[in-house]
């Protein structure tokens, strides 16, 4: 089976612009989670979609938001960027959120 | 949410030395899982070790559970260069619909 795949891999984007990050999860997959990295923070939970609905929601301004398409495929979303959403934004996905996560290499997003 | 904490925080080691990593964490879990990752890129699942469950081995690894000390530790014996990477716990807390992730553990092997 083809892995996790995420793109872009790279954006640089300036404060105040948006940016839609794309991500198609491995064949079966129906749930679909996102995180950001960051070196300060470490690892966290931005938010989780199953079968086209949100479930869960990490403590993140309504900025960033996000979606999923009836083939699984998800897409996240930050409005009105800011230097501080700099990171490295990671997407798994998995048969059931709780169970083992398949991640992709990510995208790396530099705001300027 | 609850969060793994990893111990030690970074870890430098001889080629052919044993690791071992620690993990803490707070309330009641169902699972818990060990992830490596290589130069900021993917995650990469090690482990899952349930909550029922004392030890798990997958090749060179070797995970060990706690609950009644709430924690976990990871060993790869015999490392190799390759083996250098953060390792991260995951835990999947009782009531929570989402893993937690520790902050990771820097791990050195020198050849």
């Known amino acids: 089976k083809a892995g996790v795949t995420q793109t872009p891999r790279y954006l640089i984007k300036t404060r105040g612009q948006q940016v839609t990050l794309s991500c198609s999860p491995i064949s079966g997959h129906r749930s679909v989670s996102w995180y950001q990295q960051t070196p300060g923070q470490g690892l966290q939970f931005l938010f989780e979609y199953f079968s086209e609905t949100q479930r869960n929601k990490g403590n993140f301004p309504g900025r960033f938001s996000g979606r999923q398409f009836s083939n699984s495929r998800s897409e996240m979303n930050v409005s009105t960027l800011e230097l501080g959403d700099s990171a490295l934004y990671l997407c798994?996905?998995?048969?059931?959120?709780?169970?083992?996560?398949?991640f992709g290499p990510g995208t790396r997003l530099l705001v300027l | 949410s609850q969060q793994g904490e990893e111990d030690p925080q970074a870890l430098s080691i001889q080629e052919g030395e044993n690791a071992t990593m620690n993990c803490s964490y707070k309330t009641s879990i169902n699972n818990l899982q060990w992830y490596r990752q290589n130069s900021g890129r993917g995650l990469v699942h090690l482990i899952l070790i349930r909550s029922n469950e004392r030890e798990k081995h997958s090749g060179r690894l070797r995970v060990t559970l706690d609950t009644s000390k709430k924690s976990s530790s990871l060993l790869i014996t015999a490392s190799r260069a390759a083996d250098t990477a953060s390792y991260f716990c995951?835990?999947?807390?009782?009531?929570?619909?989402?893993?937690?992730f520790g902050k990771g553990n820097q791990v050195v092997v020198i050849p």
């Open positions: 995951a835990t999947d807390a009782e009531g929570n619909n989402r893993l937690a």
């Open positions: 798994a996905s998995s048969l059931e959120v709780r169970e083992t996560q398949y």
